[in-house]
C-alpha cells in the first residue's frame, strides 16, 4: 500500500482509533533484514506503537523538536477530540522551512534596495 500511494508510513487504525504507525524503515528493519516474508508477517507485529503524535495547534518548530528528539519521520497530527486530522513528514516541514526562508531573504532584498537604489 505504501508503494501504491508512493507515501513513506501508513498509520494503522482499529475502529477509528490510532493504533500503530508502520513505515518503510520499520518494513525493512523487521522484516527484510530479518529474513521474514512480508505475505506471512502481520503487520502489528511490526508496527510502532504507541505512535508519538502532536497537537494540530502546534508550530512547524515544535514539530521538527519532536521529531529530531524521537528520531521520526513521520508525524500523525491528531484534533482537539484525538482523532488523527493528518500526518506531516519531515520533508514538508523542510519544504515549509525553506519557503519562508526564501521569503524573508525576498523581504531582505527588497528592503536592502528601498534603502539604497543603485
Do not use: W
Not at 528493519?29 to 502532536?54: D, Y
Not at 484534533?79 to 513528514?89: A, K, N, T
Request: aromatic share 2%.
Amino acid at each position: 500500500m505504501m508503494s501504491e500511494r508512493g507515501v513513506g508510513a501508513l498509520l494503522v487504525m482499529e475502529n477509528g482509533a490510532l493504533v500503530g504507525i508502520i513505515s518503510e524503515r520499520d518494513y525493512m528493519r523487521k522484516v527484510i533484514l530479518q529474513g521474514r516474508l512480508s505475505k506471512a508477517t502481520a503487520v502489528m507485529e511490526i508496527m510502532t506503537s504507541p505512535v508519538v503524535t502532536i497537537s494540530e495547534r502546534a508550530t512547524i518548530g515544535e514539530c521538527m523538536r519532536l521529531m529530531t528528539d524521537e528520531r521520526i519521520r513521520h508525524l500523525p497530527v491528531v484534533g482537539g477530540d484525538g482523532s488523527v486530522v493528518g500526518v506531516v513528514s519531515i520533508g514538508d516541514l523542510v519544504k515549509e522551512i525553506i519557503t519562508e526562508q526564501e521569503e524573508q531573504i525576498h523581504q531582505l532584498h527588497q528592503f536592502i534596495a528601498a534603502e539604497y537604489p543603485r
